[in-house]
């Protein structure tokens, strides 16, 4: 089994920052590539980022192109989102999640990702 656990969601003023983290933990399989999603009741989980196991490949929600960024330490087996200006319109619950198989390209597609994390919180308040 592989855990995930997120962790850096709260409460945030339009404008602001946070960083979120995603520890993993339990079976891991190298070269997993990791995906970040989010969720609002009553909306279907989107796609927000990805990143390939090295880090060398990123792809991006066009809605948090420019203003979040993702990368992964490897070595603490941890991967982050980095999210600026955040608005209004980004007050989600964050999940991150790992592809199904090692080396796995990235993907926007929720079935592609066998783990997922609980999710953290985020607020943004205008």
């Known amino acids: 089994q592989v855990q995930l656990v997120e962790s850096g969601g709260g409460l945030v003023q339009a404008g602001g920052s946070l960083l979120l983290s995603c520890a993993v933990s339990g079976r891991i399989f190298s070269g997993y590539t990791m995906g970040w999603f989010r969720q609002t009741p009553g909306k279907q989980r989107e796609f927000v980022a990805a990143?390939?196991?090295?880090?060398?490949?990123?792809d991006y929600a066009d809605s948090v192109k420019g203003r979040f960024t993702v990368s992964r330490d490897n070595a603490k087996n941890t991967v982050y989102v980095q999210m600026n200006s955040l608005s209004p319109e980004d007050t989600a619950v964050y999940y991150c999640?790992?592809?199904?198989?090692?080396?796995?390209?990235?993907?926007?597609?929720?079935?592609?990702?066998?783990?997922w994390g609980q999710g953290t919180q985020v607020t943004v308040s205008s």
């Open positions: 999640a790992v592809r199904s198989f090692s080396w796995a390209p990235l993907s926007h597609t929720i079935d592609d990702y066998a783990y």
């Open positions: 990143i390939s196991w090295t880090g060398a490949d990123t």
